[in-house]
């Protein structure tokens, strides 16, 4: 069910609805939960535009060298807009650390903020499948990013973000498992963690990386 935006930097009103369910319904991930402070949630903190930025940037290279780049680009760009990415010169960009595509993809998106300005505010009235395929309609959006756009900026709760790294990890080394059966067996947690697998992806982030990462 889609949800209206919500405010920067207050925990979702699921969430300890979320937590005693997982606590109910798994015992492996109520250990998990049990390990991290009760006080961290998942927020929104940025606008949409500084979020697919975050993502993009990310997209295939690892969390530090992520972060290097953000903030080599804050270092020159100070607040990055769409206004202030989209006059920034390209070769500058390339000095900072990204790539010829991913400058296209946030340009890209730039341009579609500044030209259609409810874009976003329209995405979030979708239910989750119809605002997945909407946002991997983007240049350079694919499903994983779609997801993580849902989690970190409209804090939808029922995300299974299958393809990432960091869930296949922490899944495989939590419940024993071998890689070769990841997509069965979450498939089957799926239905028990639902409907609140956001959360359940949270907390089995936390489990290998307890700082916070936040598009």
């Given amino acids: 069910m889609p949800i209206m935006i919500i405010k920067k930097n207050t925990k979702p009103k699921y969430w300890n609805?979320?937590?005693?369910?997982?606590?109910?319904?798994?015992?492996?991930?109520?250990?998990?939960i049990s390990k991290y402070k009760a006080q961290s949630y998942l927020k929104v903190a940025n606008s949409p535009f500084r979020t697919l930025f975050s993502i993009i940037v990310g997209q295939q290279i690892s969390i530090e060298a992520a972060k290097s780049i953000e903030e080599r680009i804050k270092m020159n760009i100070k607040q990055i807009t769409p206004?202030?990415?989209l006059k920034h010169d390209t070769k500058k960009l390339r000095n900072y650390g990204l790539s010829y595509r991913k400058i296209k993809y946030i340009k890209g998106i730039a341009e579609i903020i500044k030209s259609k300005s409810n874009f976003f505010r329209n995405i979030a009235k979708l239910d989750d499948n119809d605002a997945i395929k909407q946002l991997t309609d983007l240049y350079g959006i694919?499903?994983?990013?779609?997801?993580?756009?849902?989690i970190f900026q409209y804090n939808r709760e029922n995300i299974l973000p299958v393809s990432d790294i960091g869930l296949i990890n922490s899944f495989c080394n939590n419940y024993?498992?071998?890689?070769?059966?990841?997509?069965?067996?979450?498939?089957?947690?799926?239905?028990?963690?639902?409907?609140?697998?956001?959360?359940?992806?949270?907390?089995?982030?936390?489990?290998?990386?307890?700082?916070?990462v936040q598009y």
Avoid at 143 to 149: G, I
Avoid at 179 to 188: D, N, P, Y
């Fill in 176 to 212: 024993k498992i071998q890689r070769k059966s990841f997509l069965i067996e979450i498939l089957k947690y799926k239905k028990i963690w639902s409907p609140y697998c956001t959360v359940a992806t949270w907390y089995l982030w936390r489990d290998i990386d307890e700082d916070v």
């Fill in 142 to 150: 694919g499903p994983w990013s779609a997801e993580m756009f849902l």
């Fill in 17 to 32: 609805s979320a937590i005693d369910h997982l606590h109910s319904v798994d015992p492996v991930l109520s250990k998990v």
């Fill in 83 to 85: 206004s202030n990415f």
